[in-house]
């Protein structure tokens, strides 16, 4: 994003930025993640846009209150800034405000972003992914090794698929036996 995006956010959603969001999104630090709309820190105006109108309007759960932007979401959890926090203080927000996974992170947005920087550009390291690297780059290495999920229901469906071999064979042992 840049200052003109950033500005946009503001006028459309009648907000004020934090100063130490501004800045780092203006330079975002992860080449490799620029213009994403798949992790806890969006790079994408308009998805930006469309996301805190949707919480605002009670997408999930109770209408957000105006002091809380979204920063970004991945899987159920959002993450969020408190507006109305001098350091912005950093929310993870599961679904719903009152629900069990909601908390203050207790870092202000400068010291948290620090830390998620480091994590993704480690993380993206370790799948050999150059986080100064070109975003389309990533999305293929994505795509070639599938999601997390497709992973997850390939194991579900071989355990069960075993569960069901064992238990046939001693279904037949009892029947036969």
Known sequence: MNASD???IE???DIELPPSYRRLMERFPIAALAGNTDTELWDDADGLIQLNRELRRGRVGEPWPEHLFSIGHRDSAVS???LSSPEARVWWIDRHLEAPGTQRDGQGFESWAREYV???RENLLMDA???DG???VRRRVLEERGSPMDWLLLLVTA???FGLAWLFVLLKR???G
């Open 6 to 8: 950033l500005q946009r």
């Open 11 to 13: 006028r459309e959603l």
């Open 80 to 82: 969020a800034i408190n």
């Open 118 to 120: 480091e994590d993704w």
């Open 129 to 131: 992914i150059n986080p």
């Open 134 to 136: 070109m975003p389309e």
């Open 159 to 161: 355990a069960t698929g």
């Open 174 to 176: 009892w029947l036969l």
